[in-house]
Structures are given as C-alpha cells and as structure tokens.
C-alpha cells in the first residue's frame, strides 16, 4: 500500500465511575463471578504452541487464599530458550510488515479491551492482584488502551521525523528495529505496565520475549488473549513463566540479546545492569536498558496549604491499592502550624475506609499481594513500634488467616531519618514528619538528601514563591512532580512516567521518548547525479 498514513488521534479513554445501579457495575459483577466460577488452566504462549508442562502452580486471590483461580504451568531454562528461538524465527517477517499493519493490531487490541475484554481484563485485575473496581478500571482498561492509542501515534510521530535534504540529494531515516530479540520483565501491581512493557517494543518491530511477575500471570494471560484476536502473528510476543535467575542466565548470556524493558525493584535492575555489562563482549550489540524501579515517594507540604486538600492527597496518594504503587506517597513532611488539623482530617478518612474483598464494592481497601510482601511490611511497622521516636497514630494491626490483610498505617516519627522515612517499603505505610513551620527551606534540602529514588513528589501549597521554590529545589528529586495534588496517577499522553536517581532511567513511560529507544536509525544520503571527477574548485590555478 502507498500513501502517508495519518493514525486515529489519540484520546484518554474515560473512565467508568461503577456507581450503584450503574451499567458497568453489573457487568463487572457479572465478570467477577464468572471467574470466580472457573479454575483456569494457563499455558505458556511460544510461537504458535500453548506450552504445558509436568509443573502446575496455583494462583489464589490475595484477599482469599483458599480460592483457586487458575494454575499456571511453570516453565524452565529450556522454555527460554524455546521463546527466544520463537522470537528470532518470527523476526524477519514481523519486523518488515508496513508499520500501518502493525499500528492496526495494536489499535484494535486497544478497541478489545474498551469493549468486549474490559470487564473480562478488570476482574482478572482485581481478582489476581487485589484491586479495588475503581483502581483495576484506571490501570487494567484505561491506562492500557491508552499506552497502546498513543504509542501507535507516537510510532507514527516517529516514522515522519525526517532530516533535511540538500541540492541534488535526498535523505532518509529509516527506524530499524534492534538487531535481535528483547526482553520484557513486568511487575505484579499495573496490568498496564505488564501490557505496556512488551507491545511498545514490538510496536517498533521488535520480538519479545516476556516474563510477567507470577502474581499478575492471571490477568496476563487476558492481555495474550486479546493481542492474539487483534491478529498478533505467532512468536512477536512469547509468555513464559519461569524463575528470574533461569530467564536471566539464558537471555542475558545470549549472543541475539538486544533490549531489557523492565519495571521492578532496584536491586534487581542493577545486578541485571551488572550481568550485561560483564557480558557485554558476547553481544551483536550493546543492549538497550530501561527501567523503572523504586520509589520513596513525598508530600512536602507548606505553611499555606489548606489542611483539608493536604489530608485528602495523603489518603489517597498513600494508601489506594494498599500502597502498592511505585509513585504512592510513603514520607510526608507536615508544617507544624498544619499538622493538628490535617492529623484530624486524616484520622477521619482512615476510621471511615473499609477493608476486605474486592467483590465487595464498599471496600477502600484490599489485600497485599502475597506473603512475602505481607511478611516485609509488618516487619516495618514492627521495627516502626520498637522506636521510642515513632508513634503509630493510626493502624498498625494487620491479619493473613483469610487474605494478606494490613490495616492503613501512619507513623508519626520526631526522626527525620527513621527506618520508615527513607526506605521504600511498597504497603500500606506511611510516615510522618513535622517540621516546624518557618523551616520550610531546610526542610526542602532533608526532602531532597533523605532518598536514593527520584519518582514522584508533589509540594502542596499556596504561596506561589514557596511552589516556585520547592520546584526549583526538587529539580533531581522526582521524576513526576506534582503540583497541590497526590504524587499518584500518571495519565498516558498527559504525564509520562518515569524517575532518575536510583528510580530507574527515566524513559518515560506514554511518551515518544521511551518508542525510540526501541529502534536503531539508519541514515540513508542518496545522491542524484555523483561526482566523476575528485578534483575540487580550490585546486584550479588562478
């Protein structure tokens, strides 16, 4: 086909409120019961085969350990090697198909999950991962179609960039895909994220191979079904469930190994840093590492902020999806003309939040994700009761007998550099600390020095020269910085995600920039009528 093609303007999908008596209340009900109904049986997905193997895993709800939602066949270092040879067999034919035939597959799984797939792929969310309706329809259906709407017009964007052309010459970009195949690491807590990680690599015709974190498998498995009817060929995209050290000793040792995009922890993005660059003599090329890891998140709030605003950003920006966020806020700094009145209204919020299944609409708050998290959060707050320099104000019980439950928990802590203020704990924790309030500027250097990350921050406040400062101040300490809001809830195509410092390379997420880092340009100079003669005019006599 010829012609230049112009791809659908990208829109935000809009977001369903599920209101009582609501449409999509029903449906979603209707979805969750379903999948509750069922036992699945997951296969991996490697070229055109559904692999099972003799190893079966159980996948439980985290609010409900005894129900069995699926089991997921675990694969080993040969499944790997299986994926990548899938991924190289597939190479050739996907990476020189028109970009406007790989753009449609990708606007049409967009379309899949606004419709048929939306309550399918929200109960999958909600169910697997233990998110509430509202935070699985943000991230599992919205932020998903939207990555996919707006990475298409960003490939797009990229496609048309062209350089200039002199007298008797044309030049040409061309946006290879990398040589070899790529390798998509995803996280258990965004569906979207574990989406976005593989389809933006193979947007720009690249063969991927990817690894989801074993808590998000069930709702990763909705994502292969829904690329695989919006017309995904065989091999582009290979699902394996195996260990991180069988996935990394293969894929990392191999001479074809282009790319690593990966959202996680920071101490694994930097021994897989480390694993490359030890390994860098046996690769084609140097690979491309992107990821996005950790976060300790802040509120800095200032003496003019109106307390009311300042409680309602903590409570939403700390404890929706149970604190489960790389960006949720996990330190807040509370000037002390500010704090009894936003100590009030938060304590009021928190004795009216609700805890429990997310079948159960009228609950705020859900479980963690699986033991191991369980285990590591309540080990903070105990280690937060034993200092005489920290008062819990408010939670601080938690329960796992029927799901990885934790109540919200807020500590007060007279210690700027307390355990819980300076490293990343991923639950429902938050700490506390008040400054007095004429300090607001020594206070924007403790903010700024207390962390290794550099995520998300926000600076609530009136005084337009105290926002004018905290920004300027801030520069390095955040990669999104919010301006009188919670420091949660990137929007695709309007926030693009991502953090320096120890939080990752900051590619960000929904946005042109992290598209190209999936492609290797080839300058192309053609030259219309070529020189026979190599004497130039500066050599002729006078």
């Given at each position: 086909?010829n012609?230049?093609?112009?791809?659908?303007?990208?829109?935000?999908?809009?977001?369903?409120n599920?209101?009582?008596?609501?449409?999509?209340?029903?449906?979603?009900?209707?979805?969750?019961?379903?999948?509750?109904?069922?036992?699945?049986?997951?296969?991996?997905?490697?070229?055109?085969?559904?692999?099972?193997?003799?190893?079966?895993?159980?996948?439980?709800?985290?609010?409900?350990?005894?129900?069995v939602?699926?089991?997921?066949?675990?694969?080993?270092k040969?499944?790997?090697?299986?994926?990548?040879?899938?991924?190289?067999?597939a190479?050739?034919l996907?990476?020189?198909?028109?970009?406007?035939?790989?753009?449609?597959?990708f606007?049409?799984a967009?379309?899949?999950?606004?419709?048929p797939?939306?309550?399918?792929?929200n109960?999958?969310t909600?169910?697997?991962?233990?998110?509430?309706?509202?935070?699985?329809?943000?991230?599992?259906?919205?932020?998903?179609?939207?990555?996919?709407?707006?990475?298409?017009?960003?490939?797009?964007?990229?496609?048309?960039?062209?350089?200039?052309?002199?007298?008797?010459?044309?030049?040409?970009?061309?946006?290879?895909?990398?040589?070899?195949?790529?390798?998509?690491?995803?996280?258990?807590?965004?569906?979207?994220?574990?989406?976005?990680?593989?389809?933006?690599?193979?947007?720009?015709?690249?063969?991927?191979?990817?690894?989801?974190a074993?808590?998000?498998?069930?709702?990763?498995?909705?994502?292969?079904?829904?690329?695989?009817?919006?017309?995904?060929?065989?091999?582009?995209?290979?699902?394996?469930?195996?260990?991180?050290?069988?996935?990394?000793?293969?894929?990392?040792?191999?001479?074809?190994?282009?790319?690593?995009?990966?959202?996680?922890?920071?101490?694994?993005?930097?021994?897989?840093?480390?694993?490359?660059?030890?390994?860098?003599?046996?690769?084609?090329?140097?690979?491309?590492?992107?990821?996005?890891?950790?976060?300790?998140?802040f509120?800095?709030?200032h003496?003019?902020?109106?307390?009311?605003?300042?409680a309602?950003?903590?409570?939403?920006?700390a404890?929706?999806?149970q604190?489960q966020?790389?960006?949720?806020?996990?330190?807040?700094?509370?000037?002390s003309?500010?704090?009894?009145?936003?100590?009030?209204?938060?304590?009021?919020?928190?004795?009216?939040?609700?805890?429990?299944?997310?079948?159960?609409?009228?609950?705020?708050?859900?479980?963690?994700?699986?033991?191991?998290?369980?285990?590591?959060i309540?080990?903070?707050?105990?280690?937060?009761?034993q200092?005489?320099?920290?008062?819990?104000?408010?939670?601080?019980?938690?329960?796992?007998?029927?799901?990885y439950?934790?109540?919200?928990?807020?500590?007060?802590?007279?210690?700027?550099?307390?355990?819980?203020?300076c490293?990343?704990?991923?639950?429902?924790?938050?700490?506390?600390?008040?400054?007095?309030?004429?300090?607001?500027?020594?206070?924007?250097?403790?903010?700024?020095?207390?962390?290794?990350?550099?995520?998300?921050?926000?600076?609530?406040?009136?005084?337009?020269?105290a926002?004018?400062?905290?920004?300027?101040?801030?520069?390095?300490?955040?990669?999104?910085?919010?301006i009188?809001?919670?420091?949660?809830?990137?929007?695709?195509?309007?926030?693009?995600?991502?953090?320096?410092?120890?939080?990752?390379t900051?590619?960000k997420?929904?946005?042109?920039?992290?598209?190209?880092?999936?492609?290797?340009?080839?300058t192309?100079?053609?030259?219309?009528?070529?020189?026979?003669?190599?004497?130039y005019?500066?050599?002729?006599?006078?």
């Amino acid at each position: 086909m010829n012609g230049f093609f112009k791809v659908p303007a990208p829109k935000n999908e809009p977001v369903l409120n599920y209101a009582p008596g609501s449409k999509e209340r029903t449906l979603l009900q209707k979805a969750l019961a379903e999948a509750r109904a069922q036992t699945l049986d997951i296969p991996m997905y490697i070229g055109a085969e559904e692999v099972r193997t003799e190893k079966k895993k159980s996948l439980h709800p985290p609010h409900d350990r005894q129900h069995v939602l699926a089991y997921f066949h675990e694969g080993d270092k040969s499944h790997v090697e299986q994926a990548i040879n899938a991924a190289l067999g597939a190479k050739e034919l996907w990476a020189n198909l028109d970009w406007e035939y790989r753009a449609s597959i990708f606007l049409k799984a967009a379309e899949l999950l606004a419709g048929p797939y939306r309550y399918k792929i929200n109960a999958a969310t909600m169910l697997g991962q233990s998110k509430n309706a509202y935070q699985a329809e943000i991230d599992s259906a919205c932020e998903l179609i939207d990555f996919l709407r707006y990475n298409v017009h960003f490939m797009s964007e990229i496609y048309r960039d062209q350089p200039d052309s002199g007298p008797g010459i044309w030049n040409r970009m061309e946006y290879r895909p990398l040589e070899g195949f790529t390798f998509a690491l995803t996280p258990f807590n965004f569906t979207a994220i574990a989406g976005n990680l593989p389809t933006s690599m193979a947007m720009m015709g690249n063969t991927v191979v990817w690894k989801p974190a074993n808590t998000q498998i069930y709702a990763a498995n909705v994502i292969m079904q829904v690329l695989k009817e919006a017309g995904l060929p065989d091999g582009v995209i290979n699902l394996v469930y195996v260990s991180g050290p069988d996935a990394g000793e293969v894929i990392f040792n191999h001479k074809d190994f282009a790319g690593l995009h990966f959202t996680g922890s920071t101490g694994v993005f930097q021994n897989m840093w480390k694993t490359i660059g030890n390994n860098i003599h046996k690769y084609k090329s140097y690979p491309r590492i992107v990821g996005e890891t950790g976060g300790k998140d802040f509120i800095m709030v200032h003496k003019s902020a109106d307390a009311k605003q300042v409680a309602t950003a903590i409570a939403r920006g700390a404890f929706e999806y149970q604190g489960q966020k790389c960006s949720a806020a996990s330190r807040v700094y509370v000037p002390s003309n500010l704090w009894d009145d936003v100590k009030k209204y938060l304590l009021e919020d928190l004795k009216s939040m609700k805890m429990g299944p997310t079948e159960d609409f009228g609950n705020f708050i859900n479980a963690v994700i699986d033991e191991k998290a369980f285990t590591t959060i309540t080990d903070y707050i105990e280690k937060a009761r034993q200092n005489p320099l920290n008062e819990i104000i408010a939670g601080g019980q938690y329960d796992k007998s029927k799901g990885y439950f934790i109540e919200p928990t807020v500590i007060e802590s007279k210690d700027p550099s307390s355990l819980t203020m300076c490293e990343e704990i991923f639950g429902p924790v938050l700490t506390v600390y008040v400054y007095h309030s004429e300090n607001f500027e020594q206070t924007l250097e403790l903010v700024d020095s207390t962390s290794p990350y550099a995520l998300t921050g926000s600076i609530m406040a009136k005084d337009r020269y105290a926002i004018e400062m905290a920004t300027r101040k801030l520069t390095h300490a955040a990669g999104n910085f919010y301006i009188n809001d919670k420091p949660t809830g990137a929007v695709v195509g309007q926030q693009p995600f991502g953090g320096a410092r120890g939080s990752g390379t900051n590619d960000k997420a929904g946005a042109k920039v992290n598209l190209m880092r999936w492609v290797s340009m080839r300058t192309i100079k053609e030259t219309f009528v070529t020189p026979v003669d190599y004497k130039y005019p500066f050599l002729d006599k006078e």
